[in-house]
C-alpha cells in the first residue's frame, strides 16, 4: 500500500522551475478564491501589473507633461500633487481640477481650472483669507477656528447651497492642514471684492479663509468643480 501511494506521488509532474523549464511561479494559480487584495510579490518573479492602471499612469504623465510646457504660469509641482492625488483617489468629478497659486499676489489671476480631457486652462481672480495678510500677499496659512486664514492643501467639493452670498460650493478638505475646512465653514463663493476693477487698485479684498470669487465667473466655476472636484490651494513657501 505504502509502496503504491509512493509510486504515484513521484508519477506527478515536476513544477515546470524544477523540471528545468526556466517558467517563473504564477502567484495568480495559487490565490484563495476569498482573496481580494494584490498577487503578494514573489522574489525574483516579475509582479503582476494591470494594464488598466499603466495607461492610466502613462495619461497623466503625460497631461501634466503638457500642462508644465504649455502653461509655466501654473507651479509644475502643484500640478503634480493634483494628478497624483488623481491617481489614487478617483473622484465624482474627473473633468475638471483647480489649482490657486497663493504664492501670486491676488490682483493676478492665480486660480487655475484645469480640463482634464485636453488640458486646456481657464484663470480667474480669487481671494484669500484676511488671517493670511490683509494686503496683495498671502503671507502665512493657518486651519485654526477664527483664523479668517486660507488653509493650503487639497479639498474635493461638496454640495451646492444657497448662502448669504448666493450660490456656494461646500469644500472638504483632505489633509492635516485643511481639515477643519467644514468646521470653519469654508466654502466658494462670490464675493464682491473680487472682480477686475478692484484689483485695478493693486489687490482685492479679503474673506475669512474662503476661496472668494468674482460673482461674474462664479457659476462657471462651481460648474466645473462641483460634484466632487479636485482643487488644490497651493504655496510653494
Not at 511561479?25 to 525574483?44: E, Q
Not at 495678510?133 to 486664514?149: L, M, N, T
Not at 493650503?152 to 477643519?180: A, C, M
Request: proline share 5%; hydrophobic share 35%; charged share 20%.
Amino acid at each position: 500500500m505504502h509502496g503504491l501511494l509512493l509510486s504515484s506521488l513521484l508519477a506527478l509532474p515536476a513544477p515546470a522551475s524544477a523540471a528545468g523549464a526556466g517558467a517563473e511561479f504564477d502567484a495568480r494559480l495559487f490565490r484563495p478564491a476569498s482573496f481580494s487584495g494584490a498577487v503578494p510579490s514573489i522574489s525574483g518573479g516579475e509582479a503582476v501589473r494591470s494594464p488598466r492602471s499603466d495607461a492610466a499612469n502613462t495619461r497623466w504623465g503625460a497631461l501634466a507633461e503638457e500642462l508644465t510646457q504649455k502653461h509655466p504660469e501654473i507651479p509644475a509641482a502643484a500640478v503634480r500633487k493634483v494628478f497624483a492625488y488623481l491617481q489614487d483617489n478617483p473622484v465624482p468629478n474627473m473633468r475638471y481640477a483647480g489649482i490657486i497659486d497663493m504664492g501670486k499676489p491676488s490682483n493676478e489671476k492665480r486660480f487655475y481650472i484645469i480640463s482634464l480631457a485636453d488640458g486646456g486652462v481657464e484663470s480667474f481672480l480669487v481671494a484669500h483669507g484676511s488671517g493670511s495678510g490683509g494686503g496683495a500677499e498671502a503671507e502665512r496659512f493657518s486651519d485654526k477656528p477664527r483664523s479668517h486664514a486660507t488653509s493650503l492643501g487639497i479639498y474635493v467639493t461638496g454640495e451646492e447651497y444657497e448662502g448669504k452670498h448666493g450660490r456656494s460650493l461646500k469644500l472638504e478638505g483632505k489633509e492635516s492642514s485643511n481639515d477643519n475646512a467644514e468646521s470653519r465653514s469654508v466654502v466658494m463663493h462670490g464675493a464682491d471684492y473680487v472682480s477686475d476693477e478692484v484689483a485695478s487698485s493693486g489687490e482685492l479684498g479679503n474673506s475669512w479663509g474662503c476661496p472668494a470669487v468674482d460673482h461674474k465667473y462664479r457659476d462657471r466655476i462651481i460648474d466645473r468643480l462641483g460634484g466632487g472636484g479636485v482643487l488644490l490651494i497651493y504655496s510653494a513657501g
